[in-house]
């Protein structure tokens, strides 16, 4: 009973941590004035308008606030129009370097909805898919710092350690694809663990090539830390499996096939790059030692998060 009771309170206490975060970032969000250039830019390509983005209002001089934001975000609440434009995004999201995932979610979430260019509306509607994101993000942090310390108590001091600062306060509010990429890249940090503490199966293949391309596709920063992480995996396992070195080999090979597989299914252009943003793209990815130097000072300005 006294057992029962305790894991009934960590779940309590858990759900409360989870609550609290998300009404301080609801408190925030209301609290915004004004919204940046790259939130708009986020609905623009997601609803795949060309006004605003391709194509400029040239004879259209008379057009109130609200006219233009139906011409240039969300209006079409049909499904078919959804359909059509998460196959337009698949096809070219229009923002090389990165991938359709995050604007095609976005379109997804806007499904039946014609917000009639309300500002307010699109901007709180949009923030509710982040607040999904950030769920996901607390619940895979949780289950990481649960694995690692197997103990409840240090794991919610772990989420909301991760969770209370300024800058994940300010992922989670800002309109762009910063907060589902926390969410994936942390899933992908709990599959990662999984494949080093569970003994190899097709489930966990399924998964981690799941989570691997998510993880990739959620932004190309990612394909950074999905990089580091493969390089440290790999000698572990290695070493794990000294004895069955040709059951671990299969399970690389059929890791890295399925993966591509679901990348390139998701976004066949995202590995393809090309357009003005590649160089940029690139050149971030390019240098993994000053990736890493840069990674390890920023541990430095932590104590500014808070």
Not at 53 to 59: H, I, M, P
Request: hydrophobic residues 50%; positive net charge.
């Amino acid at each position: 009973m006294m057992l029962s009771n305790k894991k009934d309170y960590s779940t309590y206490v858990l759900i409360s941590v989870l609550i609290l975060m998300l009404l301080i970032r609801e408190f925030w969000f209301a609290s915004r004035q004004g919204l940046h250039i790259d939130e708009s830019l986020s609905f623009i390509l997601s609803a795949y308008k060309d006004y605003g983005w391709t194509k400029v209002f040239g004879s259209l001089t008379e057009l109130t606030g609200s006219q233009v934001r139906q011409l240039i975000w969300f209006s079409d609440d049909s499904i078919k129009g959804m359909f059509s434009d998460v196959y337009h995004l698949w096809q070219d999201n229009r923002d090389t370097p990165h991938s359709n995932l995050y604007y095609s979610l976005l379109r997804i979430w806007f499904t039946g909805i014609n917000p009639e260019g309300n500002t307010s509306f699109i901007t709180n509607w949009a923030f509710k898919l982040n607040q999904l994101f950030f769920v996901v993000s607390f619940v895979a942090i949780y289950g990481i710092a649960n694995r690692l310390f197997n103990s409840k108590q240090i794991a919610i001091l772990v989420v909301f350690v991760s969770f209370i600062n300024t800058a994940s306060i300010s992922n989670s509010i800002f309109l762009r694809p910063y907060q589902m990429q926390e969410a994936l890249v942390a899933i992908y940090t709990l599959t990662s663990l999984l494949l080093i503490r569970e003994k190899l199966s097709l489930r966990l293949l399924v998964i981690h090539s799941i989570s691997t391309s998510l993880a990739m596709l959620s932004g190309y920063f990612a394909l950074f830390y999905v990089a580091m992480i493969s390089v440290f995996l790999l000698p572990y396992l290695i070493i794990k499996y000294k004895n069955n070195l040709k059951n671990a080999i299969s399970f690389a090979v059929k890791y890295i096939v399925l993966t591509s597989i679901i990348s390139y299914a998701i976004y066949p252009k995202y590995f393809f790059v090309d357009g003005n943003r590649q160089g940029e793209a690139l050149d971030k990815l390019g240098s993994f030692s000053d990736n890493l130097i840069n990674s390890v000072k920023s541990l430095s300005m932590i104590n500014d998060f808070f």
